[in-house]
């Protein structure tokens, strides 16, 4: 018997003894007299077994079938390892078709050891509004896991969240956060939604010039191209400040790859085309929430505007006295007819596009050339010195002394 029931014991036995009546009692163990007139036919025949509640300890008709039990408990301990109860439910749900409550399925988790309590350790923070319109901020983050578990290679999701709305806009998986990298998939994204008002982001270095820069006078190659397009970059001074995709990015690393999993895809190409044309829609069914005000902060993308143009590294040479720069190793010749006039020590801007085209520009002139060769380091090692051997089609600049520079490190390699 439970506390409850050695309390009504106690007043049923003063009921049989006659020292309270049943409307006392009823009103003392506050139930119906209709109720304690059922329940003391049932004392005076069994006693205080009769008290006890008819359910205890039987199976209940609504309790989970055992068959589907053990199918969560093989799928948890095999295939699913490390879905949260959440994501499994809505799994079971999906292929399955079997309806479970969250808190049923932990509790089965509980009683065969799978579940693991996460701790969270509260910090104060200050709480910053959610921007009012979507697209006035769009919180960019790079996130390296191991996306694929093992089947592919390791990469990098850069997830791009709208802050008023918390809707993810695009993901796109490259090898790493690099400028490259960045570039793309900024440009992919403005092909989609248009260009943003701002974007929040760390002080990475792709994002931010961290050193010898104490007044932040120098700026990166992101940003010059933000700059160009209009959108304000806003850096974030620690991770909880930019909360929003810090937190997309742990569900992420939970639901997206076990989506992948459970389609075997390994390739990073498989996996843009899964997370952009299916993923989004499913994770911002169940995440994303309404903006305090309709309507979109995105300016759309004019036709006229080459974006491939604008997403480009620009960086300044000098002319040399025979009408070449150097940009990367790269040796460039100038050709002698141009649409401007060029003399020695002139600041050539040299373009890099995302696909490793060239183009030079003087005074926003674009300038005709041609690549003639790649420029040696001052010293070679051995295995630049034999590259060099076997690819005799590149001009080399002071190619006598730089080899000779080489030899001795060859010879004394051989």
């Not at 095999?78 to 809505?90: L, N, T, Y």
């Amino acid at each position: 018997m439970n506390a409850k029931e050695r309390k009504q014991l106690v007043i049923f036995e003063k009921i049989v003894g006659e020292e309270i009546s049943q409307t006392a009692a009823a009103r003392r163990l506050d139930v119906s007299d209709r109720w304690i007139r059922k329940k003391l036919v049932r004392y005076k025949k069994e006693g205080a077994k009769g008290l006890v509640h008819r359910s205890r300890g039987k199976l209940s008709l609504h309790r989970w079938c055992a068959k589907e039990q053990e199918l969560a408990i093989e799928l948890l301990t095999s295939d699913w390892i490390g879905f949260s109860a959440s994501f499994a439910v809505e799994k079971l749900k999906e292929r399955f078709n079997i309806t479970i409550s969250r808190e049923t399925l932990r509790k089965v988790l509980i009683r065969e050891r799978l579940w693991k309590k996460r701790r969270h350790r509260p910090k104060h923070r200050r709480w910053r509004e959610r921007k009012k319109v979507r697209g006035i901020m769009i919180q960019l983050d790079g996130s390296p896991h191991d996306w694929f578990e093992g089947r592919g290679p390791k990469c990098t999701l850069l997830v791009f969240i709208d802050d008023a709305t918390s809707e993810i806009l695009w993901l796109e998986f490259v090898p790493s956060e690099s400028l490259h990298s960045v570039m793309q998939a900024e440009m992919n994204y403005i092909r989609k939604h248009g260009i943003p008002e701002s974007f929040y982001v760390d002080f990475g270095s792709v994002f931010s010039v961290n050193t010898n820069n104490p007044d932040r006078e120098k700026i990166t190659q992101f940003k010059r191209v933000n700059e160009e397009l209009g959108v304000t970059i806003i850096h974030a001074r620690s991770p909880q400040a930019k909360g929003r995709v810090e937190r997309a990015n742990k569900t992420l690393q939970d639901r997206l790859t076990k989506e992948m999993r459970l389609r075997n895809i390994a390739s990073i190409e498989d996996a843009n085309q899964f997370a952009q044309n299916e993923y989004l829609n499913m994770h911002n069914k169940l995440f994303a929430v309404q903006a305090a005000t309709p309507g979109d902060a995105h300016i759309p993308l004019d036709k006229n505007v080459n974006l491939s143009i604008i997403f480009c590294i620009k960086e300044a040479r000098i002319l040399t006295n025979d009408y070449t720069i150097s940009y990367k190793r790269r040796l460039v010749q100038l050709e002698k007819q141009q649409q401007a006039f060029i003399r020695p020590k002139n600041t050539i801007e040299v373009r890099e596009h995302l696909n490793g085209k060239l183009t030079l520009y003087v005074r926003g002139i674009p300038l005709n050339f041609k690549e003639i060769g790649m420029k040696l380091k001052t010293r070679l090692s051995p295995v630049e010195y034999i590259d060099y051997c076997n690819n005799p089609s590149f001009t080399i600049l002071n190619e006598e002394s730089r080899v000779k520079t080489a030899m001795p490190a060859v010879e004394a390699t051989l």
